[in-house]
T-cell receptor
Framework: KQEVTQIPAALSVPEGENLVLNCSFT??????LQWFRQDPGKGLTSLLL?????REQTSGRLNASLDKSSGRSTLYIAASQPGDSATYLC??????????FGKGTRLHILP | KAGVTQTPRYLIKTRGQQVTLSCSPI?????VSWYQQTPGQGLQFLFE???????NKGNFPGRFSGRQFSNSRSEMNVSTLELGDSALYLC?????????????FGAGTRLSVL
């Protein structure tokens, strides 16, 4: 059974620092992996989608990597800003068209 | 283009009642998926509708049901509410069916069951 874990559950970082969020999954037979951002009381916004055949995707200050063999993905945020404060969730899509979410990392950027 | 719209934003119900939530997808999107988000279980997939047909279903009891109309708008119904149904219910739309595609989420309906 696929499980997705995000550690730590919460993280506080001073503004301007680079940071890495972690996501691990138990079964490497995934179709793709997505990183989402969720602001308090809001829905999810898709940040990056990595297909199973890809190693990384980049968008602006964000870079996501995928290592299927070790069951890990990281989301790198460069030069963090207070506006980056949110909960970040990763989700794996499976070949039988299921999607499993991690519980997220709540990120707080300190001004 | 307007985003995904969910109504109402907040609901308070009592145990045993039933509730209907509504989701209007982005214009042109034919797939609507529903999710339940709770602090304990996180975000869990409920079901997906595509062209008025339920295409995919998660692991929830039959008290949770949905439907999709010809204009792609979708409703979700929960009957015989339980305290544990208190959650943020999110819907998402995408142009094509399937959970492997990028989905666009609404702001959610927060349901409180007393």
């Amino acid at each position: 059974k696929q499980e997705v874990t995000q550690i730590p559950a919460a993280l506080s970082v001073p503004e301007g620092e680079n940071l890495v969020l972690n996501c691990s999954f138990t079964d490497s037979a995934i179709y793709n992996l997505q990183w989402f951002r969720q602001d308090p009381g809001k829905g999810l916004t898709s940040l990056l989608l990595i297909q199973s055949s890809q190693r990384e995707q980049t968008s602006g200050r964000l870079n996501a990597s995928l290592d299927k063999s070790s069951g890990r993905s990281t989301l790198y945020i460069a030069a963090s800003q207070p506006g980056d404060s949110a909960t970040y969730l990763c989700a794996v899509s499976l070949r039988d068209d299921k999607i499993i979410f991690g519980k997220g990392t709540r990120l707080h950027i300190l001004p | 283009k307007a985003g995904v719209t969910q109504t109402p934003r907040y609901l308070i119900k009592t145990r045993g009642q039933q509730v209907t939530l509504s989701c209007s997808p982005i214009s042109g999107h034919r797939s609507v998926s529903w999710y339940q988000q709770t602090p304990g279980q996180g975000l869990q997939f409920l079901f997906e509708y595509f062209s008025e047909t339920q295409r995919n279903k998660g692991n929830f009891p039959g008290r949770f049901s949905g439907r999709q109309f010809s204009n792609s708008r979708s409703e979700m119904n929960v009957s015989t509410l339980e305290l544990g149904d208190s959650a943020l219910y999110l819907c998402a739309s995408s142009p094509r069916g399937g959970l492997t595609n990028i989905q666009y989420f609404g702001a959610g309906t927060r349901l409180s069951v007393l």
